[in-house]
């Protein structure tokens, strides 16, 4: 099992219109092979000394896949890269990290 957490850096005052369209391809993410979990988060202000401010303009995607071919397939699904397109005008930077638990 591996687990993905997407950072989408965005553009001011986007994030509503980015949420939108993310939402409409959720289920059929969670319908892909070896999808185990996938939903997007938004920053909490807190009063934790280690935790940074919040950001506004950004997301933050947390995902579970079976392996990294199923995560590998996810990246290159149609339905991922018509979405890709629809989101452009909203996103400045994509970052990924790839965790395996220990």
Partial sequence: MIYVIATVELKPDTRDAFLQEFRQIVSQVLAEEGCLEYGP???????????????????????K??????????????????YRERVKPYVEKVTLQVLQPV
């Avoid at 988060?41 to 995902?63: F, N």
């Avoid at 896949?65 to 018509?82: I, K, N, Q, T, Y």
């Fill in 41 to 63: 988060t938004i920053d909490v202000e807190t009063h934790l000394a280690v935790q940074p401010p919040a950001r506004v303009d950004a997301v933050t995607i947390v995902e």
């Fill in 65 to 82: 896949w079976h392996d990294m071919a199923c995560l590998e397939a996810h990246l290159v699904a149609p339905h991922m890269m018509s």
